[in-house]
């Protein structure tokens, strides 16, 4: 039995990242965070959220749990960090010939927030794997 739902997870990830769209090259990638993260910038998160999701190989589901629990934890601390004032992207780092990670942070009032971009160089291109944000400023200093 848990092989057989290994097998349907597997078949489930192969085909999300079938369906979804491709990079052809690396330098669309950084271009791609960029405009996510304009939104971003703006406080558009379902303008943001939206521009991945072609790109993403997370199930529907995955993506609109992000998208609410990005919703509910800046409620939670919209005061401390306050409204959004732009946003910087700081670079890629590629690992081997298969991994990059695009580097960005949201600017607000009182605090920077990392937003990191991992994508996998799938067979038909390069595929938004997945990203993050959090308010771990100093984990972008390691």
Known sequence: MRQIL??????ISFC????????????QLQSFAEAAM???????????FGSMKPFMVLPQAELDSLVVNT?????????RFGKVV?????GAKKVGQSLI????IEKTENH?????????KAPRGWV???????DNLPSLFN
């Open 6 to 11: 290994l097998l349907v997870v597997l078949l």
């Open 16 to 27: 999300d990242v079938s369906r979804a769209d491709v990079f052809k090259s690396e330098e």
């Open 38 to 48: 304009a939104k971003v910038g703006k406080g558009d998160f379902d303008g943001a």
């Open 71 to 79: 919703r509910v934890q800046r409620g939670m601390v919209g005061a």
């Open 86 to 90: 732009g946003y910087e992207c700081l």
């Open 101 to 104: 990670k695009v580097t960005c």
């Open 112 to 120: 920077a927030l990392p937003w990191l971009f991992y994508f996998y």
């Open 128 to 134: 938004l794997n997945s990203f993050t944000w959090n």
